[in-house]
């Protein structure tokens, strides 16, 4: 790696708590039910918690610097930001 953005150096230096995503999937799959022949359609739902690590603005790498060539921010004020 050859700058000090990115990568796992600023994983350790997080103290902010984590975010955490809570995704509950609902899903019909065919089960046969005991003493049947066919297969029928059970509703089943199942909870997936997904941490997400929380950083300041100064430990986030810059992903994609994008240059506004066309001026599109420009043309509509208020609904992009500059964030440089």
Do not use: Q, W
Not at 23 to 37: I, L, N, Q
Not at 48 to 69: E, F
């Amino acid at each position: 790696m050859g700058s000090a953005v990115g990568g796992s150096a600023h994983i350790g230096a997080m103290t902010a708590e984590p975010f955490t995503v809570t995704a509950d999937v609902s899903y019909r799959p065919y089960r046969v039910p005991p003493r049947c022949r066919k297969a029928r359609p059970v509703d089943e739902v199942f909870t997936h918690y997904i941490s997400i690590p929380s950083v300041t603005s100064n430990d986030a790498p810059v992903v994609a610097i994008v240059p506004d060539d066309r001026k599109i921010a420009a043309s509509n004020p208020g609904r992009f930001r500059e964030t440089l």
